[in-house]
C-alpha cells in the first residue's frame, strides 16, 4: 500500500454531483474573496471524504454478522422489528451504530443470504441518535433470510442532516456478507435485528467498521459481550 492510497480512496458515485457542486462554489467564492475560497477547497475535500468508498477485509468464516456501518455502537437492546419487515412483533435483540458526518456512509450486508423484502418508509429527520428515530424517522428496511431459513433485518435511518437514503439492491437478490448494498447522506444510523438466541460479540460505546467488525455469531453460544472505557 502507497503512502498516496492510504489517503486518497475511492469515491460513491453519489459524490460526484456534490464534490462538483462543492468545487463550482469554491472557484465563485475565490473570485469573492480569497480567504473565502479556502475555506471552500475545506468544505469540499471534505464531501470527498464523506462519500469515500474503500474496499475491506471481510471475514468469511460462516456464521459471522458483520457490521453494516462504520460509527459507534450507541444502543444494544430488545426490540420489536418495524413491522414492514415482515419479522413478527416479537422483540429482537437490536444493535443500532450511528453515524456521524465523518465516517463512511456505505452500507454493506451484515450476512449472506436473500433479500427477501425491501420496505421504505417517509418520516421525520430527527436526530438519529435518539431511540425514537427508530419509529419516527425516515427508513429504508431490508430483511435478509439465509440458508438456514432465520432472517436479519437492517434498517437504514436517516438523521438530522441526512435527507435521501440510497438503496442499490433489489427484492429476490443473493447478497454476501460484506457487499455494498447503499448508503445514506449526511449523518444516520443503522439499525440491526439479530436472529433468537443470538448475542452481539460488541458493546455500547465500541467502534465499529463496515464490512469488517463482528457484530455477532450464529454459532457461538459466548454470552454477550461488556465493554469497559480504557
Request: hydrophobic share 45%; net charge neutral.
Amino acid at each position: 500500500m502507497t503512502m498516496l492510497s492510504t489517503f486518497i480512496k475511492p469515491m460513491h458515485r453519489e459524490g460526484y454531483r456534490f464534490v462538483g457542486i462543492f468545487a463550482a462554489v469554491t472557484l465563485v467564492l475565490f473570485l469573492i474573496w480569497q480567504p473565502l475560497g479556502w475555506i471552500g477547497v475545506g468544505l469540499t475535500v471534505w464531501c470527498y471524504y464523506f462519500f469515500r468508498d474503500p474496499n475491506r477485509v471481510t471475514p468469511v468464516r460462516e456464521g459471522l454478522i458483520i457490521s453494516p456501518a462504520d460509527g459507534v455502537v450507541q444502543m444494544i437492546g430488545a426490540f420489536p422489528p418495524p413491522e414492514e419487515l415482515g419479522l413478527g412483533t416479537d422483540p429482537m435483540t437490536r444493535v443500532a451504530v450511528f453515524m456521524n458526518v465523518f465516517n463512511c456512509h456505505v452500507n454493506r450486508a451484515p450476512i449472506a443470504g436473500r433479500i427477501e423484502k425491501i420496505a421504505y418508509r417517509p418520516g421525520k429527520f430527527l436526530n438519529a441518535s435518539l431511540d425514537k428515530a427508530s419509529v419516527d424517522n425516515e427508513r429504508n428496511g431490508l430483511t435478509i433470510r439465509m440458508e438456514d431459513g432465520r432472517a436479519i433485518g437492517v434498517v437504514q435511518i436517516a438523521g438530522l442532516v441526512a435527507r435521501r437514503i440510497v438503496c442499490e439492491v433489489k427484492e429476490g437478490q443473493a447478497i454476501g456478507t460484506g457487499e455494498r448494498f447503499g448508503m445514506i447522506r449526511f449523518g444516520s444510523r443503522l439499525d440491526i435485528y439479530l436472529p433468537e438466541g443470538v448475542s452481539p460479540l460488541v458493546a455500547v460505546g465500541q467502534s465499529t467498521i463496515a464490512g469488517e467488525t463482528v457484530l455477532a455469531d450464529l454459532v457461538s453460544d459466548e454470552p454477550a459481550r461488556a465493554g469497559a472505557v480504557r
